[in-house]
Structures are given as C-alpha cells and as structure tokens.
C-alpha cells in the first residue's frame, strides 16, 4: 500500500526497484489513491496498480484491495502509510503476511512489524528496509526514485505554448505555514527569472491559485493552480528549466525525473525528505531552531523561513539552470 501523499509517494518508488531486484520474478502490485496513481503508473518495477477511488478512505481501500486480490492471495504486504487506517484496510482485505512499522497503535494488525525511524534517516532508506525485511535480503544501496511522466510529455508541453524555457514555481505545502517560504519572495525570483528570459509557470493546488497569483504577475507568468490533473502537471514539470518549490511533492517529482531542482526548506529537514536526483540543491538557514517539524512556528513568522533571502534562492536557480544546460 502506497503513501498517500506526492512526496512520501515518490520516495516511495526505490522499494519498488529493491523488491523488483532482491526477488526475481516477484509480481509486484501497488495500491493507492487516485491522487499519487500517476507516479507508479509507467513504473518499470509495477505490474498491476489498485487505485482507491475518492479520498482513499479505509473503507475504500479495504474494497478495492480485497475484490482485485488474486487468487491466490498476496505473499506479503508492505504497509507504508504510518497509519491505524492503513493497515485495518490491508487486513479487511484478507492481504499476506502484512509488514510496516510500528506506529498509531497498529501492531496488532501486522505480521512483521518494525520500530518507526527516526527524522535523521532519509525516508526512501526507512522504505527500502521494509523490503528488506520481507525479501530477508539486504538492498546494496538505496536506489534514485523513479516517476516517469506519459510518453507524450513534450507534446503535452508544447500544446500549453510553453515554447521556451521555462522556470516552474510550486510555492504552496500542504504541510503548514513553517515549510512555505513567502511568496513575495518567490515573487522576486520569478521577476529575476523572467528578467533573464525564462517563462515562468505557476503550479499549485486549486486552492492556492489565489495567493500564488502574485507570483505570476511577478514574473509575467501563468497561473496553472488548480487548472491540471496530476499527469500534465508532471508533463509540466518533465519540461521544465528548473523547478522550485518548498518541502513538498513537485521538488520530489522533478528530481525523480532528473530536472534541475531548488527545494526550500523551513521546519523540516533535508536529511529526511530531501529532494533525490541526480540535480538537487537545497537552500535553508541553519538555525538552532531548526528543523523543529512544527506545522507553524510559534513565534509567529518562522525565522529559518525569514533568514533566507531572495538572492541565495535566485543564485541557487540560476546555478542549477546553467548545470542542466551543460549536462
């Protein structure tokens, strides 16, 4: 059972290639909500998607899982959301032998059950010791995630006349207010960028486009917030110059398909979900505060948010476009 989120979902994607590597011949299904099916859907190390229809309650996921099941069952099932619901819905579900980490009081309902790691461990290693510990095998690294966009991406982009470079500014994090870096200051990037050329794209959830409009006024841009389903979005961002953004699932998606990236970060920490591929920069202030995992800070404004100005951010994007341009 997949993450439920962008992010977590993409980090998710080396197990696949672990399990694929560790177990020849193993067939390797994944269920999800209809909200990340778009990461695994191209994968080279899936064979058979369960999409959870709506919101992906457990509800819907227990039905899902339990009337496409094989016949045979499945062997084992990893369990990767954190979640109680997460693995009563694997058990409704009458799935194998069921493997995740120990968290929301669900022990009782796995059958290997590993301590949850800490944030000082990178999220897709916590996911590939799961693998692990069902193949009883030990992976020889954690492999890059893989998201791989629809074959038709640059047709896809050309039809939305984005016909030069272009800079893609995901500003938003579902998170919280301590993972979002101002969009003023966003807003002054996108001025720089499109000063030195580029096109600038706008990209957020629909209830973001507003507070993004800024952005794209800045930087003469488009405001695509809320406008494209998950598989343009990547085709988007497969295109993109660069892509920045804060802590959250766009940063995930252009690094897996090797785009140069600038991911922000505030109250979380690199060390656990940085971005992973093979163009990456981050950018934060290295405060005594920070990372505090607070969803917003107490203090009001989060200094390591604050701390971070315009020009480091705007030379962090120039360098990584410069760097795509000569690889």
């Known amino acids: 059972m997949a993450p439920n989120w962008l992010g977590d979902a993409v980090m998710a994607t080396p197990l696949l290639s672990v399990l694929r590597e560790s177990a020849g011949g193993l067939l390797v299904d994944v269920g999800c909500r209809a909200y990340v099916s778009e990461i695994f859907r191209r994968h080279p190390d899936v064979d058979r998607m369960i999409v959870y229809d709506g919101r992906g309650s457990w509800r819907e996921a227990a039905r899902a899982l339990r009337r496409e099941r094989p016949p045979r069952n499945w062997r084992s099932c990893i369990v990767l959301p954190p979640s109680f619901s997460s693995a009563l819905a694997a058990c409704l579900a009458g799935a194998g032998r069921r493997t995740g980490f120990a968290a929301d009081g669900r022990s009782f309902l796995l059958h290997r059950v590993l301590a949850r790691p800490g944030r000082d461990e990178h999220l897709s290693r916590s996911f590939v010791r799961l693998a692990e510990a069902v193949t009883e095998r030990m992976a020889g690294g954690v492999p890059r995630p893989v998201v791989v966009p629809p074959y038709d991406w640059e047709d896809r982009v050309a039809r939305r006349g984005l016909d030069r470079p272009y800079l893609v500014v995901a500003a938003g994090a579902a998170y919280g207010s301590a993972k979002r870096w101002p969009v003023e200051r966003f807003a002054g990037v996108a001025r720089r960028a499109a000063g030195r050329g580029l096109q600038v794209v706008v990209a957020g959830a629909p209830g973001e486009r507003g507070a993004l409009e800024a952005i794209a006024r800045a930087g003469g841009g488009r405001n695509l917030a809320g406008e494209i389903e998950t598989a343009d979005f990547l ?32 109250s979380t920490s690199p060390a656990w979900t940085a971005p992973r591929g093979p163009r990456v920069r981050v950018v934060r202030a290295d405060l005594e505060c920070s990372p505090c995992f607070r969803r917003r800070c107490p203090d009001g404004e989060p200094a390591c948010l604050a701390a971070i100005p315009v020009d480091e951010v705007d030379e962090a994007v120039a360098a990584a476009i410069e760097e795509g341009r000569r690889a």
């Open 235 to 266: 085709c988007v961002l497969r295109g993109a110059a660069c892509v920045l953004g804060n802590d959250s699932g766009p940063v995930h998606l252009s690094a897996a398909m090797g785009r140069p990236t600038v991911a922000v970060f505030g």
